[in-house]
Antibody
Framework: EVQLVESGGGLVQPGGSVRLSCAAS????????MSWIRQAPGKGLEWVAN????????YYVDSLRGRFTISRDNAKNSLFLQMDSLRAEDTAVYYC??????????????WGQGTLVTVSS | QSVLTQPPSASGTPGQRVTISCSGS????????VNWYQQLPGTAPKLLIY???QRPSGVPDRFSGSKSGTSASLAIGGLQSEDEADYYC????????????FGTGTKVTVL
């Protein structure tokens, strides 16, 4: 059974940083594309970033490039999201996902339960 | 800002058929596969339809997807009370170095 468990969320001050983690199990992590997706309270879904299976390449939504960094540790079956210079509008539930990728094909197949990040003073 | 546009709401009575549209462009739906996600209240989203019209194991066949040009649709046949949820379309977008995009979301209400 695929399991994705996010951690690291909580209350952080504007301008601060936080590192989210996602522990993966039940599938071959080292061959899987992975993403972070967020959802602000009462709002829709926003894809944040994804990362190649070997960690060599990442894609980001343009609006967050430079402040957020996605990374992974395949030896520990873990995905990370480093979030810097946080703003109130970054307040959201952050989901980790396992994805599938092919020619002209991409989907977010499995989702974690999410971790809430609240940016407030 | 999402580049996939959905109606904010849709509704129907039990047993009715409801259709949700998703309008995109040549850089996303026009070129790449379309997926649909269901988000029940208070839960994480779940993959409902992938690759335009494929259902993951366990998804009832009353959910169906289609695509035409730069638009896609999700149909829910035989609407049930447990279908009341938010629905999102999504696709890879080849513009701006490449990124994944979700639709604006549609709230389905069972009357």
């Amino acid at each position: 059974e695929v399991q994705l468990v996010e951690s690291g969320g909580g209350l952080v001050q504007p301008g601060g940083s936080v590192r989210l983690s996602c522990a993966a199990s039940g599938f071959t992590f080292s061959t899987s594309w992975m993403s972070w997706i967020r959802q602000a309270p009462g709002k829709g879904l926003e894809w944040v970033a994804n990362i190649y299976p070997d960690g060599s390449h990442q894609y980001y939504v343009d609006s967050l490039r430079g402040r957020f960094t996605i990374s992974r540790d395949n030896a520990k079956n873990s995905l990370f999201l480093q979030m810097d210079s946080l703003r109130a509008e970054d307040t959201a539930v952050y989901y980790c996902s396992r994805d599938r990728q092919g020619s002209r094909y991409y989907d977010v197949e499995y989702w974690g339960q999410g971790t809430l990040v609240t940016v407030s003073s | 800002q999402s580049v996939l546009t959905q109606p904010p709401s849709a509704s129907g009575t039990p047993g009715q058929r409801v259709t949700i549209s998703c309008s995109g462009s040549s850089s996303n739906i026009g070129t790449n596969s379309v997926n649909w996600y269901q988000q029940l209240p208070g839960t994480a989203p779940k993959l409902l339809i992938y690759n335009h019209n494929q259902r993951p194991s366990g998804v009832p066949d009353r959910f169906s997807g289609s695509k035409s040009g730069t638009s896609a649709s999700l149909a829910i046949g035989g609407l049930q009370s447990e279908d009341e949820a938010d629905y999102y379309c999504a696709a890879w977008d080849d513009s701006l170095n490449g990124h994944f995009v979700f639709g604006t979301g549609t709230k389905v209400t069972v009357l």
